[in-house]
């Protein structure tokens, strides 16, 4: 019998390359975003496609509730849906934080909350949940960003102890740099704040990165990244986390570095800019 998975966050990037990489494995594939004209060609795949808001929870329990409907089961969920709010702590507004949150945090937690009961009763699944390197290693102008996706690992940490006796497991994938266009929507976000004036070494440091068009050269490929999820999602005995690219690599090895090394790199990077 064909497997089953719930993608979120389907409309570009990594999502849809996770759409298309489980798709070509023959799973049953529910790819979903915001806006389902926007997914709506991965039906050509062969995709089932549904709009899914994930900070609404009847969208969410509805979605759960079709797929199991018609397919009887959930093999496997992927949240992927997600943004990047950059700047400064002080110069970002409590609800823009608020709405980061609600996203990369809440967003997961809703899936989650909605696929278990389904996962439990049959004794199986497989949960993964998509962070990103940031969350170990914070840079200036990321907090938020950051924050979330830390809040994100901590809960994935906990959940997936709190399952194992199940049969369930929880992933998560952590990617550095991809090459996709979250980076020009995150410097919208960042562009959008009222400045207070005390941080503009800072926003020319993200300047300077939308000058080089807002990609680094390390980037991974939202393909490579697909792969990553893929394994995950399907290797028989998953480990707890899956960096992807030689940068997430190195940079969660910097976390061995003591604080003030790193501090000191950071002041460099700003007296630079």
Request: glycine share 10%; hydrophobic share 40%; net charge negative.
């Amino acid at each position: 019998m064909a497997k089953t998975v719930l993608i979120t966050g389907c409309s570009s990037g990594i999502g849809r390359a996770t759409a298309r990489a489980f798709r070509g494995e023959d799973w049953i594939v529910y790819a979903t975003a915001r806006d389902a004209d926007d997914v709506s060609d991965l039906a050509d795949l062969g995709c089932e496609t549904a709009a899914l808001d994930v900070t609404d929870p009847g969208a969410v329990e509805s979605v759960v509730d079709r797929i199991v409907t018609e397919e009887g089961r959930i093999d496997c969920l992927v949240n992927n849906a997600g943004y990047g709010q950059f700047g400064p702590v002080e110069d970002l507004p409590t609800d823009a934080l608020h709405r980061q949150f609600d996203v990369n945090v809440y967003g997961p937690h809703r899936t989650v909350r909605a696929v278990l009961p389904h996962m439990r009763e049959r004794g199986d699944g497989r949960i993964v949940n998509v962070s990103s390197v940031a969350s170990r290693i914070v840079t200036p102008g990321m907090g938020a960003y950051s924050g979330s996706k830390a809040a994100l690992e901590a809960l994935t940490d906990a959940l997936r102890n709190e399952v194992e006796a199940y049969g369930i497991e929880a992933v998560l994938v952590q990617p550095g740099p991809v090459e996709t266009e979250f980076g020009e929507r995150a410097e919208d976000q960042f562009a959008a704040l009222e400045r207070s004036g005390a941080y503009e070494s800072l926003y020319r440091i993200f300047e300077d990165r939308q000058l080089l068009g807002g990609q680094l050269p390390v980037a991974v490929s939202p393909a490579a990244v697909a792969e990553t999820i893929l394994e995950a999602g399907v290797t028989p005995d998953p480990d707890p986390r899956y960096p992807v690219g030689t940068v997430a690599e190195l940079a969660l090895k910097t976390r061995l570095l003591p604080d003030g090394v790193r501090d000191a790199g950071f002041r460099l990077l700003s007296r630079i800019a």
